[in-house]
C-alpha cells in the first residue's frame, strides 16, 4: 500500500467516524440543516440522504464504470422496499422469534432482489445502447404499473405500503429511535461503497471498464464482454434493493414513486451532478442532492420567496426546476460534475469541451 | 484550367495527425498531391490510409497543416472542405441505399450547373436503373453511383479510397476506366491494393508504413522494384496483390 | 363485433396521439442520435398555451380549437428549435450528454408548469359535437376518436411529401441512413437538425392540443405519460423510420386497447411485453435500419 492510498483509507475511515458520531453532537448548520444534529428531523434527513448516497453509488457502477445506461434502476430499490415490506406482512410463523423472521424476511428479500436482477440483467443485455436503456425503462414501467395497480392488495397502490413493525426489532421503529436508522443507512452505505470498490477493483470491474472504452477490443482478446457486463448490472442491482431496504425502515413504508421512471431520471441526474468520473462524486451528489431537494422544498414555501413577483415566485418555488436547470447547466459547462472540479481548477479554465471524449454510438 | 503556379501542389499534408475515440491513427504524416494527374497512396493493410483521407476531410479528429491550392482547410468543417471542390469517393462506396440512383447523385449536386451529360455518358448503366433503390444494387454499380456523385460537380480535387475493393476483375477495368477518364478533369488521391490498377492511373506514389510516409516518388520507380513493393506493401507481385 | 369496432377505433385514435409524439422523436434520433426527453415537455407547453389562447378568444367552439391547434403548433416549433439551437447543438455528437441535457430539460420544465398551472388537471371546453358519439357498425364511438385519426393522417402525409419531394426531405432521409456521407458531400447536415426539431415539435404541438382534447384535461404530466409510450413506439418501430412509428403507433395503442378490455387493465403491461419481445427477437424494430 502507497502512503498516498493509507492517507486515503485512513481518511475514509475518519471520515465514517465523524459521521457516526453526529447524532451524539449538535452541531447545527442553518440553512442546510433543519435542527441540531441529534434531533430526529435532521437524522432522519441525513439518514435519507445517506441511503440516497448509497443507491447513486451503485448506479454510478453502471452507468460510470461499465457504461451501462439504465433507465430501470429504481426497479431493484423498490423491489428491496416493496419485497421486504410485503415480505414481513405475508410471512411470520407465530413460534419464531421475530429477529429471527426479521432475518428471514431479509433474506428472502435479497433472494428476490438477485433474481429479479438476474433476469432483467440477462434479458436486456442482450441489445446494447439506447435500445438496452429502453428495455430496462420497459422492465421499470411494468414494475411501475404493476406496483400501481395493487395486484391483491399486495402493493397498497397510490397508497404506498406501510411497514409492518410486529416484527421488526424495537430498536429501528419510532421517532425516538431515528439515529439507530441513521447508523443502519451509514452502515449500508459502507457496505455498498466497499462492495462496490471490490467490484471495481476486481478483474471483472477491470474488463467492464475496458468494455465501455472499446467493447470491440474486449471481445477481440478473447472475453465475453455479455458476462462481465451482467455481473455488474446483478451486483448494481441487488446492492440497489440493499438501499431500498434501508429506505423502507427509514421511511416507515414504501412508495409507488421510487418505482417511477422519474426518479430514475433522478438518480441519473444525482450521478452527473456529482461527477461520473467518481466514486465518491456520487456519494456528494447524492448528499448535495437530497440536502438542496429538501432546503430548495424549505425555501419555496418561505415568506422571502412568497414576497417576490410572479415571475420569480413561481420558478424559484419549484425545487425540481431549480435541480433540473441546475443539471442542463452542469451537463453544458462542467462536464466532470462536482468530482471534476479541483482537477478542473488545478489545471485552469482550458479543458472546455472542445472535442469529445469518447462519442458513444448507440 | 491555369493554376497560379504550375507545380503548386494542389494538396499539400503536414505534419498530420489524425485520432479516433482517443487512439492515434494517423502519426506525422506529410507529403503533397500535384496539381494534375493521379497519386496513389499505398500501404499495408490497416496502416492508415483511409484515416488520412479521412483526416484530411475532417471526418475524424485531426491535428496539422493540411492546405488546398495553397489555402488552410485543416480547420474548417467537412462539409465547407467539399464545397471548397474537394470530393470524396470512400471506401466501401456508401451509398445512400434507401435512396434512389437520381437522389443519390440529385443530392450531391452542388453545382449550379451540374454535370449530367459526362455522368450520364460514363455510366450509361446508371441512366437506365435512376428509379432503382441504390441499396439493391451490385456492388460494380454502387461503386458507379459513388463516383458519380463525385464527378457530377467540378472538383479541384477527388479523394478516391479503394475504388476497386471487391469488384470482379472486368468490373475493376471499368472502373479503371472511369477514373481515367476523371482524372483529366482533376486531379485524384487515390487508396487502392491493386497494384496493376495502380500501375495503370498513378503517375506518383506516397506510402505509409506505421502511420508515417515511408516513399514518395514516381509510381514506376517502386513498382518496378520488387524489393521495395515487397517490404513496403507485403506482396511480391502485382499479380498476386490484384 | 360492435365491441371490436369500438376497441380498434378508439385504439386508432390513441396510436394517432402516439404518433404525433413518436414521429418527431424518431426522426430526430434517426437523424442526430439524439435520445429527446424534452420531447414531452414541448407538447405540454403546446397544450397549455394552446388552451390559454384558445379559450380567451372562444372557449369551446371550433374557432377556439382551430386557434388553439395553431397557437399549440407554433409553441411546440418554437420551443423545439430553441432547445435545440441554444443547448443540443453546443453538445454536437455527443450522444449521451444530448440525452441527459433533455432529462434535465424535461424535469424542469414538468416542475415550472406545475408552478404555473397547478399540479391538478384542467378541465376543457371542447365543441359540443367532439363530446357526442357516431354509430358505426354498431358501436358508438366517440367522435374526438375521428378527429384525431383525421389529424394524425395529415401530419402522416404531410410528412412523408416533405421527405419525398424537397431537397431538404432528401437531406433527412440520406442523414438518417448516414449522416456523416451527407456532410461529405458538401451539405451542411446541421441545419436539418433544426428542422426535424421544428417538425418534430410542431408534430408535438398538435398532438399537445389534441391530447387535451382527448383526455379532457391539461396537465404538467400530459407529455410525460405518452412520452414513455411514444418511446416505445418509436423502439417497436425501429428507432429513425416514420413508417415504422405509424405502424408501431397504431399496433401498441389497439393492442393496448384489446388487452384493458379483455384482459382485465393489462393493456400497459402488455405493451411492455411486446417490447422486450421486439428487441430481443429484433433489436433494430420493425422497421429501423440494420444496428
Same mark, same amino acid.
Given at each position: 500500500?502507497?502512503?498516498?492510498?493509507?492517507?486515503?483509507?485512513?481518511?475514509?475511515?475518519?471520515?465514517?467516524?465523524?459521521?457516526?458520531?453526529?447524532?451524539?453532537?449538535?452541531?447545527?448548520?442553518?440553512?442546510?440543516?433543519?435542527?441540531?444534529?441529534?434531533?430526529?428531523?435532521?437524522?432522519?434527513?441525513?439518514?435519507?440522504?445517506?441511503?440516497?448516497?448509497?443507491?447513486?453509488?451503485?448506479? !454510478?457502477?453502471?452507468?460510470?464504470?461499465?457504461?451501462?445506461?439504465?433507465?430501470?434502476?429504481?426497479?431493484?430499490?423498490?423491489?428491496?422496499?416493496?419485497?421486504?415490506?410485503?415480505?414481513?406482512?405475508?410471512?411470520?410463523?407465530?413460534?419464531?422469534?421475530?429477529?429471527?423472521?426479521?432475518?428471514?424476511?431479509?433474506?428472502?428479500?435479497? &433472494?428476490?432482489?438477485?433474481?429479479?436482477?438476474?433476469? &432483467?440483467?440477462? =434479458?436486456?443485455?442482450?441489445?446494447?445502447?439506447?435500445?438496452?436503456?429502453?428495455?430496462? =425503462?420497459?422492465?421499470?414501467?411494468?414494475?411501475?404499473?404493476?406496483?400501481? +395497480?395493487?395486484?391483491?392488495?399486495?402493493?397498497?397502490?397510490?397508497?404506498?405500503?406501510?411497514?409492518?413493525?410486529?416484527?421488526?426489532?424495537?430498536?429501528?421503529?419510532?421517532?425516538?429511535?431515528?439515529?439507530?436508522?441513521?447508523?443502519?443507512?451509514?452502515?449500508?452505505?459502507?457496505?455498498?461503497?466497499?462492495?462496490?470498490?471490490?467490484?471495481?477493483?476486481?478483474?471483472?470491474?477491470?474488463?467492464?471498464?475496458?468494455?465501455?472504452?472499446?467493447?470491440?477490443?474486449?471481445?477481440?482478446?478473447?472475453?465475453?464482454?455479455?458476462?462481465?457486463?451482467?455481473?455488474?448490472?446483478?451486483?448494481?442491482?441487488?446492492?440497489?434493493?440493499?438501499?431500498?431496504?434501508?429506505?423502507?425502515?427509514?421511511?416507515?413504508?414504501?412508495?409507488?414513486?421510487?418505482?417511477?421512471? @422519474?426518479?430514475?431520471?433522478?438518480?441519473?441526474?444525482?450521478?452527473?451532478?456529482?461527477?461520473?468520473?467518481?466514486?465518491?462524486?456520487? /456519494?456528494?451528489?447524492?448528499?448535495?442532492?437530497?440536502?438542496?431537494?429538501?432546503?430548495?422544498?424549505?425555501?419555496?414555501?418561505?415568506?422571502?420567496?412568497?414576497?417576490? *413577483?410572479?415571475?420569480?415566485?413561481?420558478?424559484?418555488?419549484?425545487?425540481?426546476?431549480?435541480?433540473?436547470?441546475?443539471?442542463?447547466?452542469?451537463?453544458?459547462?462542467?462536464?466532470?460534475?462536482?468530482?471534476?472540479?479541483?482537477?478542473?481548477?488545478?489545471?485552469?479554465?482550458?479543458?472546455?469541451?472542445?472535442?469529445?471524449?469518447?462519442?458513444?454510438?448507440? | 484550367?491555369?493554376?497560379?503556379?504550375?507545380?503548386?501542389?494542389?494538396?499539400?499534408?503536414?505534419?498530420?495527425?489524425?485520432?479516433?475515440?482517443?487512439?492515434?491513427?494517423?502519426?506525422?504524416?506529410?507529403?503533397?498531391?500535384?496539381?494534375?494527374?493521379?497519386?496513389?497512396?499505398?500501404?499495408?493493410?490497416?496502416?492508415?490510409?483511409?484515416?488520412?483521407?479521412?483526416?484530411?476531410?475532417?471526418?475524424?479528429?485531426?491535428?496539422?497543416?493540411?492546405?488546398?491550392?495553397?489555402?488552410?482547410?485543416?480547420?474548417?468543417?467537412?462539409?465547407? /472542405?467539399?464545397?471548397?471542390?474537394?470530393?470524396?469517393?470512400?471506401? @466501401?462506396?456508401?451509398?445512400?441505399?434507401?435512396?434512389? &440512383?437520381?437522389?443519390?447523385?440529385?443530392?450531391?449536386?452542388?453545382?449550379?450547373?451540374?454535370? +449530367?451529360?459526362?455522368?450520364?455518358?460514363?455510366?450509361?448503366?446508371?441512366?437506365?436503373?435512376?428509379?432503382? !433503390?441504390?441499396?439493391?444494387?451490385?456492388?460494380?454499380?454502387?461503386?458507379?453511383?459513388?463516383?458519380? !456523385?463525385?464527378?457530377?460537380?467540378?472538383?479541384?480535387?477527388?479523394?478516391? @479510397?479503394?475504388?476497386?475493393?471487391?469488384?470482379?476483375?472486368?468490373?475493376?477495368?471499368?472502373?479503371? @476506366?472511369?477514373?481515367?477518364?476523371?482524372? !483529366?478533369?482533376?486531379?485524384?488521391?487515390?487508396?487502392?491494393?491493386?497494384?496493376?490498377?495502380? +500501375?495503370?492511373?498513378?503517375?506518383?506514389?506516397?506510402?505509409?508504413?506505421?502511420?508515417?510516409?515511408?516513399?514518395?516518388?514516381?509510381?514506376?520507380?517502386?513498382?518496378?522494384?520488387?524489393? +521495395?513493393?515487397?517490404?513496403?506493401?507485403?506482396?511480391?507481385?502485382?499479380?498476386?496483390?490484384? | 363485433?360492435?365491441?371490436?369496432?369500438?376497441?380498434?377505433?378508439?385504439?386508432?385514435?390513441?396510436?394517432?396521439?402516439?404518433?404525433?409524439?413518436?414521429?418527431?422523436?424518431?426522426?430526430?434520433?434517426?437523424?442526430?442520435?439524439?435520445?429527446?426527453?424534452?420531447?414531452?415537455?414541448?407538447?405540454? /407547453?403546446?397544450?397549455?398555451?394552446?388552451?390559454?389562447?384558445?379559450?380567451?378568444?372562444?372557449?369551446?367552439? $371550433?374557432?377556439?380549437?382551430?386557434?388553439?391547434?395553431?397557437?399549440?403548433?407554433?409553441?411546440?416549433?418554437?420551443?423545439?428549435?430553441?432547445?435545440?439551437?441554444?443547448?443540443?447543438?453546443?453538445?454536437?455528437?455527443?450522444?449521451?450528454?444530448?440525452?441527459?441535457?433533455?432529462?434535465?430539460?424535461?424535469?424542469?420544465?414538468?416542475?415550472?408548469?406545475?408552478?404555473?398551472?397547478?399540479?391538478?388537471?384542467?378541465?376543457?371546453?371542447?365543441?359540443? $359535437?367532439?363530446?357526442?358519439?357516431?354509430?358505426?357498425?354498431?358501436?358508438?364511438? *366517440?367522435?374526438?376518436?375521428?378527429?384525431?385519426?383525421?389529424?394524425?393522417?395529415?401530419?402522416?402525409?404531410? /410528412?412523408?411529401?416533405?421527405?419525398?419531394?424537397?431537397?431538404?426531405?432528401?437531406?433527412?432521409?440520406?442523414?438518417?441512413?448516414?449522416?456523416?456521407?451527407?456532410?461529405?458531400?458538401?451539405?451542411?447536415?446541421?441545419?436539418?437538425?433544426?428542422?426535424?426539431?421544428?417538425?418534430?415539435?410542431?408534430?408535438?404541438?398538435?398532438?399537445?392540443?389534441?391530447?387535451?382534447?382527448?383526455?379532457?384535461?391539461?396537465?404538467?404530466?400530459?407529455?410525460?405519460?405518452?412520452?414513455?409510450?411514444?418511446?416505445?413506439?418509436?423502439?417497436?418501430?425501429?428507432?429513425?423510420?416514420?413508417?415504422?412509428?405509424?405502424?408501431?403507433? #397504431?399496433?401498441?395503442?389497439?393492442?393496448?386497447?384489446?388487452?384493458?378490455?379483455?384482459?382485465?387493465?393489462?393493456?400497459?403491461?402488455?405493451?411492455?411485453?411486446?417490447?422486450?419481445? #421486439?428487441?430481443?427477437?429484433?433489436?433494430?424494430?420493425?422497421?429501423?435500419?440494420?444496428?
Amino acid at each position: 500500500m502507497t502512503a498516498k492510498s493509507l492517507r486515503l483509507v485512513i481518511g475514509g475511515i475518519l471520515l465514517v467516524v465523524a459521521l457516526a458520531i453526529l447524532p451524539l453532537l449538535a452541531i447545527d448548520v442553518p440553512g442546510v440543516l433543519p435542527g441540531p444534529t441529534y434531533t430526529p428531523g435532521t437524522l432522519q434527513l441525513l439518514a435519507f440522504a445517506l441511503l440516497i448516497a448509497a443507491l447513486a453509488l451503485t448506479y !454510478r457502477m453502471m452507468f460510470g464504470l461499465a457504461g451501462l445506461l439504465s433507465f430501470g434502476h429504481a426497479l431493484f430499490f423498490a423491489a428491496g422496499a416493496y419485497g421486504l415490506a410485503m415480505t414481513l406482512e405475508a410471512f411470520g410463523p407465530a413460534e419464531w422469534p421475530s429477529a429471527l423472521v426479521f432475518t428471514v424476511a431479509i433474506a428472502v428479500t435479497l &433472494v428476490l432482489g438477485f433474481v429479479l436482477a438476474a433476469t &432483467v440483467g440477462a =434479458l436486456a443485455l442482450r441489445v446494447t445502447g439506447i435500445s438496452f436503456a429502453m428495455v430496462t =425503462l420497459a422492465f421499470a414501467q411494468a414494475g411501475s404499473v404493476l406496483i400501481r +395497480r395493487n395486484p391483491g392488495s399486495a402493493t397498497g397502490g397510490d397508497e404506498g405500503l406501510a411497514l409492518d413493525t410486529a416484527h421488526v426489532p424495537p430498536e429501528l421503529v419510532g421517532v425516538v429511535d431515528t439515529r439507530n436508522l441513521y447508523w443502519v443507512a451509514l452502515g449500508i452505505l459502507v457496505l455498498v461503497y466497499l462492495i462496490v470498490l471490490s467490484v471495481e477493483k476486481s478483474r471483472a470491474g477491470h474488463v467492464a471498464e475496458a468494455i465501455r472504452e472499446n467493447e470491440l477490443r474486449v471481445r477481440v482478446i478473447g472475453l465475453r464482454p455479455y458476462n462481465v457486463k451482467l455481473l455488474v448490472f446483478i451486483a448494481a442491482s441487488v446492492l440497489a434493493s440493499v438501499a431500498g431496504m434501508g429506505y423502507l425502515l427509514l421511511q416507515s413504508g414504501a412508495a409507488p414513486r421510487i418505482a417511477t421512471a @422519474d426518479f430514475t431520471l433522478t438518480l441519473l441526474v444525482i450521478v452527473v451532478l456529482g461527477g461520473v468520473g467518481a466514486r465518491w462524486g456520487a /456519494i456528494v451528489g447524492g448528499i448535495v442532492y437530497t440536502l438542496l431537494d429538501q432546503r430548495l422544498t424549505a425555501l419555496a414555501g418561505s415568506d422571502a420567496i412568497a414576497a417576490l *413577483p410572479d415571475i420569480l415566485r413561481v420558478p424559484l418555488s419549484e425545487p425540481l426546476f431549480i435541480l433540473g436547470t441546475l443539471f442542463v447547466l452542469v451537463v453544458l459547462f462542467l462536464p466532470g460534475g462536482i468530482a471534476g472540479l479541483p482537477a478542473r481548477i488545478a489545471t485552469g479554465r482550458k479543458q472546455h469541451p472542445a472535442e469529445p471524449e469518447e462519442t458513444v454510438d448507440a | 484550367m491555369s493554376g497560379p503556379v504550375a507545380d503548386e501542389p494542389i494538396l499539400s499534408v503536414r505534419n498530420l495527425y489524425g485520432r479516433i475515440a482517443g487512439q492515434q491513427v494517423v502519426e506525422d504524416v506529410s507529403f503533397d498531391v500535384p496539381a494534375t494527374g493521379v497519386t496513389a497512396l499505398l500501404g499495408r493493410n490497416g496502416v492508415g490510409k483511409t484515416s488520412t483521407i479521412k483526416s484530411i476531410l475532417g471526418l475524424i479528429d485531426r491535428t496539422g497543416e493540411v492546405r488546398l491550392a495553397g489555402e488552410r482547410i485543416d480547420r474548417a468543417p467537412t462539409h465547407r /472542405i467539399v464545397q471548397r471542390g474537394v470530393a470524396y469517393v470512400p471506401e @466501401d462506396r456508401e451509398v445512400f441505399g434507401s435512396l434512389t &440512383v437520381a437522389e443519390n447523385l440529385r443530392l450531391a449536386e452542388r453545382d449550379r450547373s451540374p454535370r +449530367r451529360e459526362l455522368v450520364a455518358s460514363l455510366f450509361p448503366d446508371l441512366e437506365a436503373r435512376r428509379e432503382q !433503390r441504390a441499396g439493391t444494387l451490385s456492388g460494380g454499380q454502387q461503386q458507379m453511383v459513388s463516383l458519380a !456523385r463525385a464527378l457530377v460537380n467540378e472538383n479541384r480535387l477527388l479523394l478516391v @479510397d479503394e475504388p476497386t475493393k471487391g469488384l470482379a476483375p472486368r468490373i475493376v477495368d471499368e472502373v479503371a @476506366d472511369a477514373l481515367a477518364e476523371a482524372a !483529366r478533369t482533376a486531379p485524384i488521391l487515390l487508396v487502392e491494393q491493386n497494384l496493376l490498377v495502380v +500501375r495503370r492511373l498513378a503517375e506518383r506514389v506516397v506510402v505509409l508504413s506505421s502511420g508515417r510516409v515511408v516513399f514518395t516518388g514516381p509510381a514506376e520507380e517502386l513498382l518496378d522494384d520488387h524489393d +521495395r513493393v515487397q517490404r513496403f506493401l507485403g506482396v511480391h507481385d502485382e499479380r498476386e496483390a490484384a | 363485433m360492435d365491441t371490436l369496432v369500438l376497441l380498434l377505433i378508439t385504439g386508432l385514435g390513441l396510436g394517432a396521439l402516439y404518433f404525433l409524439v413518436a414521429s418527431g422523436l424518431s426522426l430526430i434520433y434517426g437523424l442526430m442520435g439524439v435520445l429527446n426527453f424534452a420531447h414531452g415537455a414541448f407538447l405540454t /407547453i403546446a397544450a397549455f398555451l394552446g388552451w390559454e389562447a384558445g379559450r380567451r378568444i372562444s372557449d369551446g367552439t $371550433w374557432t377556439g380549437l382551430a386557434i388553439s391547434a395553431l397557437v399549440g403548433i407554433l409553441v411546440g416549433a418554437t420551443v423545439a428549435v430553441l432547445t435545440e439551437v441554444l443547448i443540443i447543438r453546443r453538445l454536437y455528437e455527443r450522444h449521451i450528454e444530448q440525452a441527459l441535457v433533455t432529462v434535465g430539460i424535461s424535469l424542469a420544465a414538468v416542475a415550472l408548469f406545475e408552478g404555473i398551472w397547478g399540479t391538478d388537471p384542467i378541465y376543457t371546453d371542447r365543441p359540443a $359535437w367532439l363530446t357526442q358519439t357516431t354509430e358505426i357498425l354498431g358501436a358508438r364511438i *366517440p367522435n374526438d376518436r375521428f378527429l384525431l385519426i383525421a389529424c394524425a393522417a395529415l401530419v402522416l402525409g404531410g /410528412i412523408v411529401l416533405f421527405l419525398r419531394r424537397t431537397r431538404y426531405g432528401l437531406i433527412i432521409r440520406a442523414g438518417v441512413e448516414n449522416r456523416h456521407m451527407v456532410t461529405a458531400l458538401g451539405i451542411d447536415v446541421r441545419r436539418s437538425f433544426t428542422l426535424v426539431f421544428a417538425i418534430g415539435g410542431a408534430a408535438a404541438g398538435l398532438g399537445g392540443v389534441l391530447a387535451s382534447v382527448y383526455y379532457g384535461y391539461v396537465s404538467a404530466h400530459l407529455g410525460s405519460v405518452l412520452l414513455i409510450f411514444a418511446f416505445i413506439v418509436t423502439v417497436i418501430g425501429g428507432l429513425g423510420s416514420l413508417t415504422g412509428a405509424a405502424i408501431a403507433s #397504431v399496433l401498441v395503442a389497439v393492442l393496448q386497447q384489446f388487452a384493458n378490455f379483455y384482459l382485465g387493465g393489462t393493456g400497459d403491461l402488455v405493451v411492455v411485453v411486446l417490447l422486450a419481445a #421486439v428487441l430481443l427477437i429484433r433489436p433494430r424494430g420493425l422497421m429501423g435500419k440494420a444496428a
